[in-house]
């Protein structure tokens, strides 16, 4: 009899109904010399019965074996079925899984191609109980191409993150030879089983096809065993599986694929046992922590640097049993952006809580400076709203709780006032309020209480509102912020009556309970004699042909919308829409740094225009927040349809950066692009990324470029930089300079006239002493490196707060696209102004700058006051990046220093800088500024908008 090219092992235990459908998947395979081994592990139901039978029909294909017992987890039926294969490769399928019609040919072809040990193909997770059976591709980075590796070494995450032995083609000579098998009665055998096949491989080939179809069924009555976290066993096999993989990683000294494997540990597989404990009894938490705390013990410290903080801070917090501190931490586990703890200031720094001062490891773990949340005001902060007492009297519900008040963010003398929101969880549904009757300071929390007479005022409709959400709306001074109610310790009541608009007959009362992110919601429920068949009419009508047409006309109308908001059906109602209205005379649309912002040139030319008086109407367009931009104006979130609209009437463009690329100017609408700075780096079709693309990709690039119909420029050195590099035509370019340098060059002349400085209301603003230098520290762009994500600055900013504080008031302007955290040390010393829109006013108060490759330098240059370039990566940026136009060293007009002692040596000669490089200064404004006069604005409006004043 001839030997198969594969063996499926498929194993069964009470899923009879399911295994034919996994069975056929095998028969199906486009690969038809397959055999199937089917291995029930004792079964209560008719599986073995349904084996047999699928044998008998398909003899030579379909074997059937029994286990004399149930062994209690999948990994000995999978030992059983590799001693009965048959085929030169064998593969594996749980009986409520189906494989992929080509998996078997895809992974033979690998394996006889690579001869490799294993083949790994993409396993696609399909959540059959949701509606649109939701699909999820298991680690697909790993199987982004095909690629053989002589050792699982090579690519750690392999190793440590598809840990599947479902999705893979084993040689079979390898697993006998190895004598590599599943532990007996243990779950999570997966882990180990892989574990010891990736070691043992001598080579193994990932594949991008998809092999595998892993079935999930949430919802389903009785959970798979990995599922079942509530019950101990189920951790107590996952840590000794774990502590034998450790064993296995220390015999062989793979030192970096165990931290590889701690990293793991902390992120996916403990977390996903702590966002239950909130929900478990002490006996359950103290056994839980008993297990954990040896085992945490045994993970290297660097770790805990490579997650997230809240993971390293819930695993800490465990193995030290402060249970007081983890339980909130694990509701921020939950809840990624909430604040669940008070914080603690020790030292200058932030920590997630006090405590743990005197374990450096600790300490370290615990410091949250980074993240920010002492720079945040209230309104910022998601805070944890802790349910502290629920009680039900007849027909209304007592609730109280505590607010977390961060480090004091709710001062104690601050007004409050408070209301409990009762909301449908679908948007578009009413929602109901209820008075928070108390609130008031509690040491580290705000208490409040309410009660809600809920049968009396809350009227659902009784279907489609089943589930009710609870908000807390706090006003603190006049500042809103929005708190959920965190349920974990406090036991609910009993379900209270409600009186459905749709009658009691669909629902009668409202059952509290606890949503899946752990918050206090209510279920309508029926509990009356007939709720039973009046539920099973409601069913049969949803389900029905009036129910299965309104669902599917609400589907059609929901897609509908989603394809007209597409970005490519915007461009079609830009394009063969909007561009088809009249031109709106009289009509400017104004956009500074992709919307981010009110600032730059566009601001000080709308600023003008108003000063004029001129008669036209104003839009701005925004992303993000719209707080910051003026009030009389029409306001449009970017690449909305009222944005595209706008730009589609406008008679004008006014923008610093572009507008969106694909957008095709009309002839009627004129676009004045008064860009962003002076270049230093190379721009446009100089840099290497662009000279790379095709012909057709320039193309689709100058065609955006060609619709500026003016660029301003501010020195001949633009239009043998960015002019050429953008390839614009000499009629296209405006020689008055930005019209954002205007302040600029009229305070530098009222200095020279009156002899004295005048720093205006913004350092009063900033809290800044008069005895104070003023230094402004505003560095490009970087991408964020740091351990929490954010741009770190290249120097001790604590050191430099104690050794020129008393001299000097550093201020931080980090790029638009970049974010800086201070830490509360140098509160006053440096101030952080990067949320402020516009850097004019900024460098108009310093009384130094110091920055590095940024255009900034090129404005500041115009106050003639001293400049200070700070490098500390000049080699990487200029000889590794894309290059520059001019020699920073050789035109400098300031000191350029390298590292922090050269820094801080330029700073303590600041003063005698502006005698020392008064002539460079003079020299660079010549080179790079010559066209900013101080009139640019007003040359501008009269070229282009005189005649609006009528």
């Known amino acids: 009899m001839p030997v198969p090219d594969v063996?499926?092992?498929?194993?069964?235990?009470?899923?009879?109904?399911?295994?034919?459908?996994?069975?056929?998947?095998?028969?199906?395979?486009?690969?038809?010399?397959?055999?199937?081994?089917?291995?029930?592990?004792?079964?209560?139901?008719?599986?073995?019965?349904?084996?047999?039978?699928?044998?008998?029909?398909h003899p030579g294909r379909v074997r059937a074996f029994q286990l004399p017992e149930n062994s209690g987890a999948g990994g000995e039926p999978r030992n059983v079925g590799i001693q009965h294969t048959e085929g030169r490769y064998v593969m594996f399928l749980d009986s409520d899984d189906v494989l992929e019609v080509n998996a078997c040919r895809n992974m033979l072809e690998a394996a006889e191609e690579s001869g490799s040990d294993i083949v790994s193909g993409l396993c696609v997770r399909l959540h059959k109980d949701t509606r649109n059976q939701k699909r999820d591709e298991w680690y697909a980075w790993l199987y982004s191409t095909t690629r053989t590796l002589e050792s699982v070494t090579e690519l750690p995450d392999l190793f440590v993150w598809d840990t599947l032995s479902t999705n893979k083609c084993y040689r079979r000579d390898f697993l006998i030879e190895n004598d590599l098998r599943f532990p007996k009665g243990m779950f999570y055998e997966d882990l180990m089983f892989i574990a010891d096949a990736y070691l043992a491989a001598r080579r193994i080939t990932l594949i991008p096809n998809q092999v595998y179809f892993w079935n999930v069924f949430e919802r389903a009555a009785v959970k798979s065993v990995t599922n079942r976290r509530h019950e101990m066993t189920n951790y107590t096999h996952r840590l000794e599986i774990h502590r034998r993989i450790d064993a296995l990683l220390a015999e062989r000294g793979l030192d970096e694929l165990k931290l590889a494997k701690d990293v793991k540990f902390l992120k996916h597989d403990l977390v996903l046992h702590l966002r239950d404990l909130p929900f478990r009894d002490d006996s359950y938490r103290r056994e839980f922590s008993e297990l954990s705390r040896e085992y945490l013990a045994s993970i290297a410290p660097e770790a805990y640097d490579r997650v997230q903080p809240i993971q390293a801070i819930c695993a800490y917090l465990l193995q030290k049993g402060d249970w007081d501190n983890l339980i909130p931490a694990v509701d921020t586990l939950i809840n990624r952006d909430k604040v669940s703890a008070p914080l603690d200031e020790h030292d200058g720094r932030i920590y997630w809580c006090d405590g743990h001062y005197d374990d450096p490891f600790g300490r370290q773990v615990l410091d949250v400076t980074d993240i920010g949340y002492h720079e945040k005001p209230v309104n910022q902060l998601f805070l944890r709203n802790q349910l502290t007492r629920f009680s039900a009297s007849g027909k209304a519900v007592s609730l109280a709780g505590e607010i977390t008040n961060p480090l004091g963010v709710i001062p104690p003398g601050a007004r409050l006032k408070g209301r409990l929101e009762?909301?449908?969880?679908?948007?578009?549904?009413?929602?109901?309020?209820?008075?928070?009757?108390?609130?008031?300071?509690?040491?580290?929390?705000?208490?409040?209480?309410?009660?809600?007479?809920?049968?009396?005022?809350?009227?659902?409709?009784?279907?489609?509102?089943?589930?009710?959400?609870v908000r807390l709306r706090l006003d603190v001074d006049g500042v809103p912020t929005t708190t959920r109610l965190t349920v974990a310790d406090t036991a609910l009541s009993e379900p209270l009556p409600v009186r459905p608009r749709l009658t009691r007959m669909v629902a009668d009362h409202l059952a509290p309970h606890v949503s899946a992110k752990g918050h206090l919601a209510f279920r309508l429920v029926s509990e009356g004699r007939n709720a039973e068949r009046v539920q099973e009419l409601i069913t049969r009508g949803v389900r029905g042909k009036p129910g299965t047409l309104a669902k599917t006309g609400y589907r059609k109308a929901k897609t509908l919308r989603k394809k007209v908001t597409s970005g490519d059906n915007k461009l079609r109602a830009y394009h063969e829409v909007f561009s088809r209205l009249p031109v709106k005379k009289r009509t400017v649309v104004f956009e500074s740094h992709l919307g981010k912002q009110y600032s730059d040139s566009p601001r000080a030319l709308y600023e003008e225009m108003r000063r004029q008086g001129l008669k036209f109407e104003a839009i701005w367009s925004y992303a993000g927040s719209p707080k910051d931009f003026p009030k009389d104006v029409t306001l449009v979130k970017r690449w909305s349809l009222p944005y595209l609209k706008a730009l589609a009437q406008a008679e004008f463009w006014v923008d610093n950066q572009s507008y969106p690329l694909k957008l095709t100017k009309r002839p009627e609408t004129t676009y004045l692009q008064t860009w962003h700075g002076s270049a230093l780096k190379n721009m446009g079709f100089d840099q290497p990324a662009l000279k790379a693309q095709t012909r057709k990709q320039q193309e689709e690039q100058q065609r955006s470029l060609d619709r500026f119909d003016r660029f301003l420029v501010r020195s001949e050195h633009d239009v043998h930089t960015l002019a050429r590099a953008f390839r614009l035509k000499e009629k296209t370019l405006l020689r008055v300079g930005y019209p954002r340098n205007d302040a600029l060059v009229r305070a530098r002349q009222r200095e020279a006239e009156r002899g004295v400085r005048e720093r205006g209301p913004l350092a009063a603003e900033l809290g800044i002493p008069e005895d104070r230098t003023v230094l402004l520290y505003a560095p490009t762009f970087r991408k964020a490196g740091g351990r929490h994500g954010r741009f770190e600055l290249p120097f001790d900013v604590e050191r430099f707060a104690d050794q020129f504080g008393d001299r000097y008031v550093l201020l931080v302007r980090s790029h638009y696209l970049n974010h800086v955290v201070l830490p509360p040390t140098v509160q006053g010393r440096v101030i952080d102004v990067s949320a402020r829109h516009d850097v004019t006013p900024l460098l108009e108060l310093a009384d130094g700058l110091i920055t590095d490759y940024s255009s900034v330098m090129f404005d500041y240059a115009l106050l003639d006051r001293p400049l200070v370039f700070f490098t500390y990566d000049y080699d990487e940026y200029v000889h590794e990046g894309r290059g520059t136009y001019f020699d920073l060293l050789e035109h400098a007009p300031g000191p350029v220093v390298r590292t922090e002692d050269d820094f801080h040596e330029a700073i303590k000669s600041f003063e005698s800088q502006a005698l020392e490089y008064a002539k460079s200064r003079k020299e660079f404004v010549a080179k790079f500024g010559e066209y900013d006069r101080g009139d640019a604005a007003r040359s501008i409006v009269d070229q282009f908008f005189a005649q609006w004043s009528r």
């Open 7 to 57: 063996s499926v092992v498929v194993i069964v235990y009470n899923d009879a109904d399911r295994l034919p459908t996994a069975v056929h998947s095998v028969l199906d395979q486009t690969l038809r010399d397959v055999e199937v081994v089917i291995v029930d592990d004792c079964s209560t139901d008719r599986s073995f019965e349904v084996a047999q039978r699928l044998a008998a029909d």
């Open 422 to 469: 009762f909301s449908a969880r679908r948007r578009s549904l009413q929602s109901f309020h209820f008075p928070v009757r108390e609130l008031r300071h509690d040491g580290d929390t705000i208490a409040w209480e309410a009660a809600a007479d809920l049968t009396a005022k809350l009227r659902p409709l009784g279907i489609v509102d089943t589930i009710w959400d």
